[in-house]
């Protein structure tokens, strides 16, 4: 049985920074592609990060561009998302997703494997 399982999230100020981690099993983690996705109440879900199966390529929504960072530890089965500078606007729900198509623009039917999401608010 796959699962992907997010955690890290939580309420943090803006200006502050959480982690994020995507915990896998039940699947060949490192041969999938890892993307993020975030979705607020009322909005249409949104790619924000992904990295490639191998690990070299990865790709920024714009609006998280220079603040978010994706990487992956095969190791442990894991992807992480490192948000700096986080903004009220960040405030949504972080899903991690696992592809098997080899590109970084993982749209949602490109998407084989979704977690539960973690809860991200940004608030002061």
């Known amino acids: 049985q796959v699962q992907l399982v997010e955690s890290g999230g939580g309420l943090v100020q803006p200006g502050g920074s959480l982690r994020l981690s995507c915990a896998a099993s039940?699947?060949?983690?490192?041969?999938?592609?890892v993307a993020w996705f975030r979705q607020a109440p009322g909005q249409d879900r949104e790619s924000v990060a992904a990295?490639?199966?191998?690990?070299?390529?990865?790709r920024y929504a714009p609006s998280v561009k220079g603040r978010f960072t994706v990487s992956r530890d095969d190791a442990k089965n894991t992807v992480f998302l490192q948000m700096n500078s986080l903004k009220p606007e960040d405030t949504a729900v972080y899903l991690c997703?696992?592809?098997?198509?080899?590109?970084?623009?993982?749209?949602?039917?490109?998407?084989?494997?979704w977690g539960q999401g973690t809860q991200v608010t940004v608030s002061s």
């Open positions: 990295i490639s199966w191998h690990g070299t390529t990865t």
């Open positions: 997703a696992a592809s098997s198509a080899d590109t970084v623009i993982v749209t949602p039917t490109r998407v084989h494997y």
């Open positions: 039940g699947l060949a983690f490192s041969s999938y592609t």
